[in-house]
């Protein structure tokens, strides 16, 4: 079956970096969209980044200057680089495949980032 596999969590300390990978068990390259999502307790999951096949890139306005959403294809991996890491960035991080024909809305198990001191 195919999956995502989140990695890269952690605790870091405010001002910190974290990058984030999600791996994919067949090719990515036909999906529309991978995208990072995170839900922290008692808040509702919530976009944090997203790139499409064609490179385009979305984020959440918290997040802006901060986080970087990259793609490679040949190693069926999508990253997101976090700096300047907040508290308010804590929460779990999961990964999401999308793709409307035909239809693909793929999520990962999730990895943990705690940002506090």
């Known amino acids: 079956q195919v999956q995502l596999v989140e990695s890269g969590g952690g605790l870091v300390q405010p001002g910190g970096s974290l990058r984030l990978s999600c791996a994919a068990s067949?090719?990515?390259?036909?999906?529309?969209?991978m995208g990072w999502y995170r839900q922290a307790p008692g808040k509702q999951r919530e976009l944090v980044a997203r790139?499409?096949?064609?490179?385009?890139?979305v984020y959440a306005d918290s997040v802006k200057g901060r986080f970087a959403v990259s793609r490679d294809n040949a190693k069926k991996t999508v990253y997101l680089q976090m700096n300047s890491l907040k508290p308010e960035d804590t929460a779990v991080y999961y990964c999401?495949?999308?793709?409307?024909?035909?239809?693909?809305?793929?999520w990962g198990q999730g990895t943990q980032v705690t940002v506090s001191s």
């Open positions: 999401n495949a999308y793709r409307s024909m035909p239809f693909i809305d793929l």
């Open positions: 067949v090719s990515i390259f036909s999906i529309y969209a």
């Open positions: 790139i499409t096949s064609g490179s385009s890139t």
